[in-house]
């Protein structure tokens, strides 16, 4: 299984690699910006198609929302907007004091009718044993 991990890179390095072992050690591909290496694409167009090709993508949010592109969005909102209604999304959330736009983020993706069950992590090691516990979960 292809799983597609959207967040901030910058800041959010070591929750990506905890996210990434996990998947690994359920023995799924993680599909990950970092990794796409030099190609003739924009990084929209590659995380985006990314996105599609994936067949689950794991969301973690931290406190900050990140730069917003051309569509008013930031990146890892467009990257869920791809994903919504056609992909199964999986939502971590960190942090307690989210910037604003970050905390209507967090009410988009939490809301009660397009919405997602999220959880909470506390560090990187725990957002990775709370991915592999749900990774068993849906294997099991």
Partial sequence: MKIFISSLIS???AERAAAKRAIELLRHQAVMAEDFGAQPNSPQVACL???RQADLVVLILGERY???QASGL???H???RAAQGDKPILVFLQ???PEPDQVAFIAEVSGWEQGF???SFASPADLG????????????
């Fill in 74 to 76: 930031s990146a890892t």
């Fill in 66 to 68: 990140g730069a917003r």
């Fill in 129 to 140: 044993e709370r991915l592999t516990r749900v990774g068993q979960l849906q294997d099991g």
């Fill in 49 to 51: 198609a990314g996105v």
């Fill in 95 to 97: 942090g307690t004091d």
């Fill in 117 to 119: 069950f999220r959880d």
């Fill in 11 to 13: 800041g959010m390095e």
């Fill in 78 to 80: 467009e990257e869920y």
